[in-house]
């Protein structure tokens, strides 16, 4: 019997800073960002991570965290403590959505996996990023396959005449209240708001019924960059 891939389930968590955090004293505020780093970055060795800066973009979010890993009771518990230390007290969320992406093929040595779920270099490669979770309508699932399929390679084929885009689909179907979630990482500015435009344009739009909110997210090399900013 052939192996089946272990699935790999994905947590978006997009936090808003409380103003009480900002007016507690110097020596308080670093102390309590520097908890709160540590702890994020305890968690790093065994599942993805990567962390964007949402505020000045929004008025309801400042920080996105992306986390994977193939374990969801570890992932779920992870995500719980993003709350218990330092400044992590005075986040509160302010969307949270959960999908899954198939895992690599079984046959992969597990040297070229990163976590040992997660082939290398996969996500979170770019600067940019477009988050937005989708709900399909009825008559999408009334379709037949090969009706799906010729709309998608449509889709598709936009996405490739831009060579620094990845886009990836996370399912929700039984995790969360969208059908998937999406999620667009792009090198260029310039390259992600053209191709969300060309994409909007294609027929497969008219079998989606709410792709809001959207958010769009600039990584960090560290996690500090982002609270130093924010408070």
């Known amino acids: 019997m052939t192996e089946k891939p272990a699935n790999i389930y994905s947590s978006f968590m ?6 009480e955090f900002r007016r507690l004293v ?15 970055y305890a968690s790093q060795e065994k599942l993805f ?26 992932l779920q518990d992870i995500c719980a403590r993003t709350f218990s230390t330092g400044a ?11 999908g899954m992406h198939p895992g690599p093929d079984p046959s992969i040595p597990k040297q070229d996996l990163d976590f040992g779920f ?43 005449r ?25 090198k260029s500015l310039e390259d992600l708001t053209a191709a969300t435009h060309e994409l909007r344009l294609q027929r497969i739009k008219n079998y989606t019924v709410d792709d809001k909110p959207v958010f769009l997210c600039l990584g960090r090399d560290k996690l500090g960059e982002i609270m130093d900013a924010i408070a």
């Open 49 to 74: 991570l990567r962390a964007y800066m949402v505020a000045g973009l929004r008025s309801d979010a400042d920080v996105l965290f992306w986390r994977m890993s193939d374990d969801l009771a570890y």
């Open 26 to 40: 110097s020596n308080e505020k670093i102390a309590a960002k520097q908890e709160f780093e540590n702890m994020i």
């Open 14 to 19: 997009l936090l808003k800073l409380q103003p």
């Open 162 to 186: 831009y060579s620094d885009i990845q886009e990836s689909f996370f399912m929700s179907y039984g995790l969360d209240e969208p059908d998937m979630i999406v999620v667009r990482e792009a």
């Open 118 to 160: 997660l082939p290398k270099g996969a996500f979170g490669r770019h600067h940019y990023m477009l988050l937005h979770p989708v709900v399909k309508s009825h008559t999408w699932y009334e379709l037949s396959e090969e009706e799906r399929e010729k709309l998608l390679t449509e889709r598709k084929q936009v996405v490739r």
């Open 88 to 98: 992590g007290r005075y986040f509160t969320p302010s969307f949270c959505y959960l």
